[in-house]
């Protein structure tokens, strides 16, 4: 059976993905692994996580991931969520912290002088709950996904792609933000599709079908 593999080091909430997978699909087996041989075996790759992006690069060095995680990102099929995200950039403005430098640009925290709504009332960072997410072009991830369709965030900081072709959908809170990428096998976003309900489900569902060119 093919396999699946959700890499754990020690970050996220990772049997809710595993969770969620196992409801969007079947066919593959379904692996939460922080050793590094498994996540070089399996056919798809998932790199879920939360909290500060410095104790997750720290993390997934210790635990010798980091090696690994990057040549699944130049392999095979591959879904970042939230930190899984950020980490692919080159350097984050929380704790001066370097990524995995995989894709150029950074990651920064939301603007102070930005936090205010339509009415000027001031929003919370960390930016907590369901948005909109505007897609950016087609791409098999969003098969079966309205636009505009809403997902659930928490973050205090987004990505800024050097490239902007990287970005594949867009959400504003305050400014507009990239809030999904795409290149190649490559497919990460800022929300949370295992806690985002029938859209999530579908993304994950959508990511056990795609087949990279």
Not at 79 to 91: K, T
Not at 122 to 133: A, D, I, S, T
Not at 201 to 211: G, I, V, Y
């Amino acid at each position: 059976m093919r396999r699946l593999v959700v890499i754990d080091y020690g970050m996220g909430n990772l049997r809710s993905v595993a969770k969620a997978f196992e409801h969007a699909g079947t066919g593959f087996d379904i692996v939460v692994t922080s050793d590094p041989d498994i996540v070089r075996s399996a056919d798809r790759v998932v790199v879920p996580g939360q909290g500060a992006m410095p104790d997750c690069m720290a993390q997934l060095a210790g635990r010798g991931l980091d090696e690994a995680v990057c040549e699944a990102a130049r392999t095979k099929p591959f879904l970042g969520i939230c930190i899984g995200l950020q980490m692919l950039f080159e350097l984050s403005e929380e704790g001066d912290c370097r990524g995995l430098g995989l894709l150029q640009g950074c990651v920064r925290r939301f603007p102070q002088d930005a936090m205010h709504d339509a009415r000027g009332g001031r929003l919370k960072v960390p930016h907590m709950g369901w948005n909109e997410v505007h897609q950016l072009g087609s791409h098999p991830l969003w098969a079966d996904i309205p636009d505009g369709s809403r997902f659930y965030f928490v973050h205090s900081y987004f990505v800024q792609p050097a490239d902007p072709a990287l970005t594949a959908a867009r959400t504003h809170y305050g400014l507009d933000f990239t809030c999904a990428i795409a290149t190649d096998n490559i497919f990460a976003v800022q929300f949370h599709p295992e806690k985002s309900a029938y859209a999530g489900l579908t993304l994950l569902a959508n990511f056990l079908r795609w087949q990279p060119g």
